[in-house]
């Protein structure tokens, strides 16, 4: 435990700061912080760990995250060890919010998993550690659809690829692994000092580096610099993978991990964040305070703390909407069939859901997979660079990969259904006129998009094996720019009920046009060579799917998701559903702003931690610009000056400098050295 963690026992004893504890060895603790705090982060994943160190470095500001899951310390190798994230990590486990839509009508009636962390670092502890940026065309349309606010600036591409490469420290391949992967990069591209680590996999196999080649065979764009602003074509990705130990690197061990102690930050695990209180005296809502407790059957009046400068809500796509709508903050109509009193009504609360849908072709092969290494138990022991292979060879296909001659007409007719599709329920949920336009410019900054280089649909080498068996890769491909769109919103006013989750999958014709097509083309890369020489036979969807009508059926049965959900607390005008305006300020209220993935307001073709990273250093940037007179992201970007300060103030590391004695079969403690960790011991209770 940190000499600086704040924590009494039962008997209001101090406990000893080498006393090992951990959530399941006690029952009930109380606990011990300042009544009030300057900034309270309602989520501790990816982007509220971001802010929580940014924030802090002013230590005459004090700041709380509050976060659902536990530390995570207790299954820490199951988090460090990449290649264990595909046979044994976090997912389906208590550390994944194990979420799931409604039945999808277009799907065969079927419920999508939606996995999520529910552990300090959230799903950057969890998740595949893909680093892949949206393209220059997708970030600026985002800043474009913002329509000239006050801030739109900050989430053009020139400011977003600051703060990307801010939040990262790259190193190259070794020339060896450069050579047999046939990676290609441009390290000015890239971050020098941020405190995320990134490269590429210290272990290639022979298959995965036939990757480009056969693309190319294909016509596909083979890129040479992904994250430069032209993020489409085919390459391999970087990974968020700390190279001196082959470790995952995410926001815990990157942004609080290594920080020296700091009495001005808390963190308190277990606890959910229930609502916020209101001081509704006067003009738009204050947020005075925070309620949370550690499980729904916890003896109301549940604790608060309150709140001297703002509310900062980190809790993702489902857990930010959620949170506003517990307090009262939304949809009139949801709020109040929900039993929750409206506070504020704002409709674009929880509308705008996209996501990419996928599904994979598998192909059985003679080449050696990771699946036969993992499970011959190649792929074991500290600092092992074959335990750093993870699946890393993408392709994001245009439009005329994926339609040739057809792209054209295909655009003309997708604008043609606008006017159609934003008044049918089955596509844009909503019935409020200003959802409706909202819906309209998103619609149509997405269909821009389509003859252009964007990707369209994202084609994935997978060699972790699949469910057809330990020989075999798959080839997956996901829709990155979906037409259909959903909502989330709460059925009851107990928070610890989860929210209902409708993406509408399918609901758009055009996504099953798109989807088709990156199927069949997918399909062509196992019939290509140099892949064609490792592939013995397809195994799905196999010979008896063929015809055009029968790979859509096909996919109705079998679609799934990359787990890459957003949008759902928009920043857009108010005027067009926005939750937040380009400062991240919900409207209505005086002191709360959302920064996470879902204030996103168009699907980009990419993973979206990387973005998601760049987001939360720029809202650290907003926030501290406000408070502290330092230039805003986007007057920065006005004047063409970079974002600032990679490493964090006050930091002696990065997540790297413990690298030499770390063990991954060690059971690390559950302190932090960082600042103070606040922690309820009564487990949260997963619904």
Known sequence: MSPH???LGTQGERMSPHKNFNREATTHIRLCHPASYDFIIAGGGLAGLVLASRLSEDANTTVLVIEAGPTGDDVRSRI??????????????????????????????????????????????????????????????????????????AWGWNSMYSAMKKSETFTPPSAEIQSEGNILFNAASHGTSGPIHTTYAGFVLPLFGQWGATLGNLGVHVSSDANGGEGWGAFVSTSAINPSNWTRSYSKSAYIDPLPPRANLHIMTNQTVTRLIFDKSSGNLKATGVEYASNGY????????GVNKEVIIAGGPVGSPNILMQSGVGPSDKLTAAGVQVAHALPGVGQHVQ?????????????????????????????????????????????????????????????ANMTASANDRALNPSSDPTVTKGYQAVYQAT???????????????????????????????????????????????????????????????????????????ARKVGQTQPISNFVTAEVSPGPDVQTDEQVEAWLRTVVSTEFHPSCTCAMLPLDH????????????????????????????????????YGLAEQAAMIIKSEYNGTPSPAALAQTGTATGNSQPTGTSSNDDKDSAGFKLGASPSLSMVFASVLTFLLPAIIL
């Not at 003679?366 to 392709?395: D, K, M, R």
């Not at 280089?453 to 084609?459: D, I, N, Y």
């Open 5 to 7: 963690t704040n924590v």
């Open 80 to 153: 460090d060890t990449p290649v264990i994230a595909y046979f044994n990590g976090l997912m389906r486990s208590d550390y994944d919010w194990k979420r799931i839509t409604t039945p999808q009508p277009n799907l065969g009636g079927r419920n999508i998993s939606w996995p999520g962390g529910r552990v300090l670092g959230g799903s950057s502890a969890m998740n595949g550690m893909y680093m892949v940026r949206p393209s220059a065309l997708e970030l600026d349309a985002m800043a474009t659809v913002l329509g000239g606010m006050d801030g739109a600036d």
């Open 298 to 305: 916890q003896q109301k009046p549940w604790p608060t703390v």
């Open 355 to 415: 996501d990419h849908l996928s599904t994979q072709v598998i192909f059985r092969t003679t080449a050696q997979t990771t699946a036969q290494l993992y499970a011959n138990g190649a792929i074991n022991g500290t600092n092992n660079p074959v335990a750093s292979f993870v699946n890393s060879a993408i392709a994001y296909t245009n439009i005329t990969d994926l339609l040739g001659d057809s792209a054209s007409a295909f655009k003309q007719e997708v604008v």
């Open 447 to 521: 269909a821009d998009q389509i003859l252009t280089p964007a990707g369209q649909v994202e084609l994935l080498l997978a060699m972790t094996g699949t469910g057809a068996g330990q020989d075999t890769f798959a080839v997956q491909a996901g829709i990155q720019h979906p037409f259909s769109t959903g909502e989330v919103y709460i059925a009851t006013p107990n928070p610890f009920d989860y929210p209902v989750i409708n993406p509408n999958y399918f609901s758009h014709r055009a996504d099953v046009v798109l989807l088709r097509e990156g199927i069949k083309l």
């Open 577 to 612: 559903g926005g939750v937040v305006d380009a400062n991240l300020k919900v409207y209505g209220l005086a002191n709360v702003r959302v920064a996470d993935s879902s204030v996103f307001p168009l699907s980009f073709a990419a993973h979206l931690m990387a973005p998601t």
